[in-house]
């Protein structure tokens, strides 16, 4: 009942920036909480960073100062803007949004497919 589209990964040089893009559709009544996660073959998902609806920003210290995380409510997007890419920021990164379904106002948590970050030269 809920999609969500990602876009923006890449290849990129160390040093790079990228900007990920994440779309949600559907039955959606509201949003809450939305995220972006990342995960290399091996390790478990880790979160990259998070924004509530009410603007609280959570990061993960390896990103601290290079990430930065933004939502526009009117597009149901959250998108993340990495700067000063480097090697080990190479991923897989996912979104995951949780919400609240309009069908019996039902919570809702949605998983993208991910979209891959490489940083190398």
């Known amino acids: 009942q809920v999609q969500l589209v990602e876009s923006g990964g890449d290849l990129v040089q160390p040093g790079g920036s990228l900007r990920l893009s994440c779309a949600a559709s559907?039955?959606?009544?509201?949003?809450?909480?939305m995220g972006w996660y990342r995960q290399t073959p091996g390790k478990e998902r880790e979160l990259c960073a998070s924004?509530?609806?009410?603007?609280?920003?959570n990061y993960a210290d390896s990103v601290k100062g290079r990430f930065t995380i933004s939502r526009d409510n009117a597009k149901k997007t959250v998108y993340l803007q990495m700067v000063s890419l480097k090697p080990e920021d190479t991923a897989v990164y996912y979104c995951?949004?949780?919400?609240?379904?309009?069908?019996?106002?039902?919570?809702?948590?949605?998983w993208g497919r991910g979209t891959q970050v490489t940083v190398s030269s």
């Open positions: 924004i509530t609806g009410g603007g609280n920003i």
């Open positions: 995951n949004i949780q919400g609240t379904l309009y069908s019996g106002y039902r919570p809702f948590l949605s």
């Open positions: 559907g039955n959606i009544f509201t949003i809450n909480v």
